[in-house]
């Protein structure tokens, strides 16, 4: 015993039981740790900079909901308000305390309840403000300002080629170019930074499966936005629901306002009265007129309302006392009441999952009238499916004797299918839808993989569901007439 106090002995007795305990984890020598595996879904985030954590307590203090009450109160007397109920710091710019030549500064007139800080925010700020976060809390910024800020992201997107041979590298990158240019631009957001090929600073590159994108904040994460949604709209198999970021809580619980009934008794009550009114009937509705409508010089209290019914829900209301030139959207714990131009900005991007669609029987041309059969390249039966010599027989696209695989085929099916959603869907036909680009509007439509990709109104988004729906039914019509 006495030779085990000695200090070599002591030493050994230490070693060893080190490593034994390094043993029993498994971090002795000569063993490696086995990396834990990653999922699907973890290989397709974005690999961005790690962000401060200081800018993320900031971005989770402005999702705390608050109460604000401004009445005729100046722009950035309001801005101090909303950093003391947020407990966060609003630096505005210094361009702010001008005389306001360059950028017009609202006087407040907004009452909400339980609206996060970061919404009360969006809904403060004129047109050609916008504000980022920082360290130190969120900073007041123009929108010039805005788009000089530009990080750079990686996002692995070898997942998201087609089910198709593809030529390698820029078969799938230029369609993924062509997808987000589309529907992530400055045209349809001032945040976003031009595209380089428009004379901005954003750029787009394809390397080894994956996307270097540089661009503003606001425009990367509109871009992971985008991408998840289309990862989930390509895993649905067939004709499925339409896929679309998922709404808050906030939001659902406004849409189930909207859906209460009230009885109305208006006799040429002014339109600001009628929106008052509505607010009184629910402790948490929350209904927000755009500040912007000042500096157009519109007079709200111009327009008078008559109705007397019983029982009629909010959101029939709202459609009846704004009549054409105005409407509403529903945000995030509130309804927003703006023109219907204006509605249309930042408009929604929903993906339709059409595969199956595209896919389905239909008549040859013989059966269909057209007096007689195509060249040898033409399916004789009324099934969709592979030709003898490799062609492909789908639903919308054109027979022809050139002879085509099943993917360019159902390609060229989509993109008719993208010309028939246009000819049917547009602000002629639905005075809510707003018009495509090709016409001058802020919608747009594309075509990837069995998906179509669509920025609309809420209101297109629903008649475009709605026609998806209709197609299917009459196409399962037109296979029973041909099985008969």
């Not at 000569?30 to 879904?41: C, L």
């Not at 041979?165 to 045209?187: A, I, R, T």
């Amino acid at each position: 015993m006495d030779a085990l106090k000695s200090w070599p002995c002591k030493t050994l007795l230490v070693a060893g039981t080190f490593l034994l305990a390094a043993a029993v984890v498994g971090c002795g020598p000569g063993t490696e740790r086995a990396a834990p595996a990653m999922t699907m879904e973890e290989a397709c985030l974005p690999v961005r900079p790690k962000e401060d954590p200081r800018i993320a307590r900031v971005r989770r203090a402005l999702k705390k909901p608050i109460d604000v009450s401004f009445k005729n109160t100046p722009l950035l007397t309001a801005i101090q308000i909303l950093s003391e109920k947020s407990g966060v710091a609003v630096i505005p710019d210094p361009i702010l305390n001008e005389d306001g030549d360059r950028i017009p500064l609202p006087i407040l007139d907004l009452s909400v309840r339980g609206v996060a800080a970061e919404e009360l925010l969006n809904l403060i700020l004129t047109d050609g403000l916008n504000y980022t976060l920082c360290a130190d809390g969120v900073k007041i910024r123009t929108d010039e300002q805005m788009t000089a800020d530009l990080v750079v992201a990686v996002y692995p997107a070898v997942d998201l080629k087609r089910l198709w041979n593809v030529p390698p590298g820029l078969g799938l990158c230029w369609e993924l170019f062509d997808v987000l240019k589309c529907h992530v631009n400055s045209m349809l957001d001032p945040c976003v930074a031009a595209w380089s090929d428009e004379g901005g600073a954003g750029t787009m590159d394809y390397f080894g499966g994956a996307l270097i994108i540089v661009q503003t904040p606001h425009g990367q994460q509109r871009i992971a936005s985008l991408l998840a949604t289309l990862r989930a709209a390509l895993a649905v198999e067939g004709l499925g629901q339409p896929v679309g970021p998922p709404e808050s809580g906030a939001t659902e619980r406004v849409r189930r306002y909207l859906a209460k009934g009230v009885d109305v008794d208006f006799d040429e009550t002014p339109l600001p009265t009628v929106l008052e009114l509505l607010r009184a009937s629910f402790d948490d509705l929350n209904i927000v007129v755009d500040q912007e409508l000042q500096f157009m010089g519109l007079d709200l209290s111009i327009a008078r309302i008559t109705l007397h019914r019983k029982g009629v829900s909010v959101d029939e209301i709202l459609n009846l006392a704004l009549g054409f030139e105005l409407g509403y959207r529903v945000a995030p714990g509130y309804v927003f009441i703006s023109t219907r131009d204006r509605l249309m900005q930042n408009l929604p991007v929903v993906m339709y999952p059409v595969r199956q669609l595209l896919a389905w029987p239909r008549p040859s041309r013989k059966e269909a009238g057209s007096g007689q059969e195509t060249g040898s390249s033409t399916p004789t039966g009324t099934e969709s499916g592979f030709c003898e010599d490799g062609s492909w027989q789908g639903v919308f696209g054109e027979l022809s004797g050139v002879q085509i695989s099943a993917e360019q085929e159902l390609e060229s099916d989509g993109l008719s299918l993208v010309e028939i959603l246009e000819r049917t869907i547009n602000p002629r036909t639905n005075v809510r839808a707003a018009a495509w680009t090709d016409e001058g509007g802020p919608a747009t439509i594309d075509y990837y993989g069995g998906v179509l990709i669509v920025t609309q109104t809420p209101e297109g988004h629903e008649r475009i569901a709605e026609l998806l729906a209709l197609l299917r039914e009459g196409l399962a019509r037109v296979d029973r007439q041909l099985k008969e």
